[in-house]
């Protein structure tokens, strides 16, 4: 849970987020979050913020969606002292893969997983930097329950609250949205 305290820090986050018109398709705004990845205090901070809410629970694997899921990802892995796995676009893995089918607010896709990446019975955060019809992570909660592990929480930097993708999530897990537009 963020604390008042946060707020500051918050809005120092939002001010590095840059909007880019009609990207990747007319009539999407796409949330650009290179700006601020490109700032070593907004890089680390953000990091911090999303390690926060999960602080203290049984974490065994960050699952970080392709593909700026890979950008923190990772070190929220390691913050956790879980495993990290990379969820990828088809054709992208070359080992055996599982994969589920989910729509966008633009189209369709999927994504794969190996289907050895992750142990039965772990506890599985989905990482992504931002939600916003839910798709994406309901898809990547379907690869993780074919697997037999559990999705114990979502973490994302941007929610776009008008598109009510956090209703679609699995609300008997923790979901983290640091930036609320």
Known sequence: MIETTD???IGMLRSRIRNIPDFPVKGIQFKDITPLMADPVTLDLTSRLLRKPFNGQRVDIVVGLEARGFYFGPRLAADLLAGFVPVRKPNKLPSKI???????????????????AIPKNANVVIHDDLIATGGTAMAATKLIEKAGAHVVGYSFILGLEELQ???RLNQGALISTLIKL
């Open 165 to 167: 993708g956090v209703g």
């Open 98 to 116: 599982i994969s589920a089918s989910y729509e966008l607010e633009y189209g369709s896709d999927s994504l794969e997983m190996h289907a050895d």
């Open 7 to 9: 707020i500051d820090l």
